[in-house]
């Protein structure tokens, strides 16, 4: 499969990891929006959030990986006293460029807005 960010999973195209676990890995995105700007990726192949939940189960235990890898590097990163913002883009309304779930994490700085 075609898939930059299993590539990056995979180790076949370099990014260093700022977290990793059993099931997830943390990279910095290569186009920072803000101060700290992570990537939270399931190690698994899955294109979006709305493909996750086509397996209930799977969804719901993806999604507390994702979420709790999220608010390790954010403590890690001394992120979690001031805040952080966190984003999941699905499909094209949605903004997602990148066909493999990811988690942004955004943080550093007072972020404004909130919607497009
Ligand atoms: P999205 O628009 O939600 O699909 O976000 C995709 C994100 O992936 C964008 O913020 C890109 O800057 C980022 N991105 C694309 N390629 C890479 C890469 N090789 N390494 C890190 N981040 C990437």
């Not at 086509?54 to 890898?69: P, Q, T, W, Y």
């Amino acid at each position: 499969m075609d898939c930059i960010f299993c590539k990056i999973v995979a180790g076949q195209i370099p990014s260093p990891r700022l977290y990793e676990d059993a099931n997830t890995i943390v990279i910095r995105d290569v186009s920072p929006q803000s101060k700290h700007h992570f990537l939270v990726l399931p190690k698994k192949h899955v294109a979006s959030l709305a493909d996750l939940f086509a397996n209930e189960a799977e969804g719901r235990g993806v999604m507390g990986d994702l979420f709790s890898a999220a608010n390790a590097v954010a403590k890690q990163e001394g992120l979690l006293t001031a805040g952080f913002r966190s984003v999941i883009n699905t499909g094209a309304d949605g903004g997602q460029t990148v066909f493999h779930l990811h988690l942004h994490v955004l943080g550093g700085q007072k972020m404004k807005g909130t919607f497009a």
